[in-house]
């Protein structure tokens, strides 16, 4: 397994300001991927991180929103920017292991309420 | 599409009840199925998975069997315990796309 840990573990943001959430990893992992997980929901892919190349974003999340960086192979962020009270969420950070990284782990989680 | 779906929540039990969490998913080609367990307050762990038709996935007392024929997936353990409270999500990894889908989660409550 792989332990992750993930900060600040919850914040109160105001409208319109940014946040940018940590993820470390305490081994190597070529992918990471970032979730969302609102309130009484299941979780929804934000995008996927390889180390040294653009996150893939999935449907309905894009870069300008949700600015993710990768500096190496134990470490990642994602940015929450100009939050409205609708991003009010958990925040997942995840890896994968195994063929086609199918086994995933979880961090935490970040929970965020925005004013 | 792609998809899971899973019963809808909450679920209430007593202590050492029979447990069953149903899941079906839809899907071309042969995804590995997981259940992952998100106890209150703490990030999700996962639970047990099997990557082939027919094969039993177990865990801590839980079990759930890939059925091809049937599309599913279905969480289940014989004698529940308080301690079992928490939300129980499934999930399909592959198949003919790489995609990562979850259920919308089961809320199992149990009490003494």
């Known amino acids: 397994s792989a332990v992750i840990s993930q900060k600040p573990s919850r914040d109160i943001c105001q409208r319109g300001t940014s946040l940018t959430i940590q993820c470390q990893v305490d081994?190597?992992?070529?992918?990471m991927f970032w979730y969302r997980q609102q309130p009484g929901q299941s979780l929804t892919l934000i995008a996927t991180?390889?180390?040294?190349?653009?996150?893939?974003?999935e449907s309905g999340f894009v870069i300008d929103k949700f600015p993710i960086s990768r500096p190496n192979l134990t470490f990642s962020t994602l940015t929450v920017s100009n939050m409205s009270p609708e991003d009010s969420s958990i925040y997942l950070c995840?890896?994968?292991?195994?063929?086609?990284?199918?086994?995933?782990?979880f961090g935490p989680g970040t929970r965020l309420t925005v004013l | 599409g792609n998809s899971v779906t899973q019963m809808e929540g909450p679920v209430t039990l007593s202590e050492e009840a029979f447990l069953t969490i149903n899941c079906t998913y839809t899907?071309?080609?042969?995804?590995?199925l997981f259940w992952y367990v998100q106890y209150p307050g703490e990030g999700l762990q996962l639970l047990l998975k099997?990557?082939?038709?027919?094969d039993k996935g177990s865990n801590k007392g839980f079990e759930a069997t890939y059925r091809k024929e049937t599309t599913s997936f279905h969480l289940e353990k014989g004698s529940v315990q308080v301690s079992d409270s928490a939300v129980y999500f499934c999930r399909r990894y592959g198949g003919s796309q790489g995609n990562l889908i979850f259920g919308k989660g089961t809320k199992l409550s149990v009490k003494p």
């Open positions: 995840s890896v994968g292991r195994g063929g086609d990284f199918n086994e995933q782990f």
């Open positions: 099997a990557t082939k038709a027919d």
């Open positions: 081994s190597q992992v070529t992918m």
């Open positions: 899907a071309t080609g042969y995804p590995s």
């Open positions: 991180a390889n180390q040294g190349s653009e996150a893939t974003y």
